[in-house]
């Protein structure tokens, strides 16, 4: 079973845009550099940036929660770690995520634009050796795992609900086509590959409310959690996994499910 790698992306703060690249460097045990490595905790949040821990997402401004959250778009430059946030096409406000006034200003604006939906100020949070992704309350190993979408599931899904589902609902870090819809799931506790990179899947990842926001509106408008449900029996779309081994991968990438 091939098929091929379509897109890389990394979110460099937890609940925002993605970050599109063209190449990424991938080492073993470890997942997409920059990938969120930053969050927007919450007021009564209580992270500690020099023993961090895994918290749950509802400890941070998300889609989840938040849906006004996607209207903020992000532009990140990594030489400086320099990140642009704008509300729709207007932008709001830069700075350094690795400087305390870069990370201080864009938190405030954030504040002012979430506005009473907040109970209070939000902070820009981040440990040079934690990643805010959801599966991180389970392991180290899973905090470092990327995240995977099979666009041929997401199909699947649309015919049955007879809607167009965007893609970007999920926050893949590897969207991947040319594959059986759900045979993701086969992947599971077994080693394939995309380009020269092994992977080893770990778990399905379940849905939560932030995919039922449309990342162009704001609005959410539909129950993808339940509509997996009620159309698959479970609500769960894409997998974790974690890489295995060094190396470069480019969209383009061909993609190698499991040995037989």
Do not use: Q
């Amino acid at each position: 079973m091939s098929g091929t790698l379509v897109s890389i992306s990394r979110f460099p703060i937890k609940g925002l845009t993605e970050d599109r690249l063209d190449a990424v460097r991938m080492s073993a045990g470890i997942g997409i550099p920059h990938d969120r490595k930053y969050a927007l905790a919450l007021v009564d949040t209580v992270f500690d940036e020099a023993h961090p821990a895994p918290l749950p997402k509802t400890k941070f401004a998300v889609l989840a929660r938040y849906e006004k959250v996607a209207r903020l778009r992000t532009r990140y430059r990594e030489a400086d770690r320099l990140i642009e946030i704008g509300v729709d096409d207007a932008p709001l406000v830069s700075g350094s995520l690795e400087e305390a006034e870069g990370r201080r200003r864009i938190a405030e604006a954030v504040t002012g634009f979430m506005g009473e939906t907040l109970d209070g100020p939000l902070r820009l949070v981040g440990a040079r050796e934690h990643r805010f992704t959801d599966s991180s309350v389970r392991s180290p190993v899973f905090m470092e795992a990327v995240s995977i979408i099979n666009l041929a599931s997401v199909r699947d899904l649309e015919a049955r609900i007879g809607r167009r589902v965007d893609y970007r609902r999920f926050r893949a870090n590897f969207l991947i086509d040319g594959i059986p819809p759900w045979a993701e799931f086969d992947w599971l506790e077994r080693d394939f590959a995309i380009g020269d990179i092994g992977l080893k899947g770990l778990i399905r990842i379940r849905r939560c409310p932030a995919t039922e926001v449309d990342p162009d509106t704001a609005e959410r408008d539909i129950r993808v959690p339940l509509e997996l449900k009620d159309h698959f029996g479970h609500s769960e779309l894409g997998i974790y996994a974690s890489v295995l081994s060094d190396g470069v991968l480019r969209p383009g990438a061909a993609v190698s499910g499991p040995a037989a």
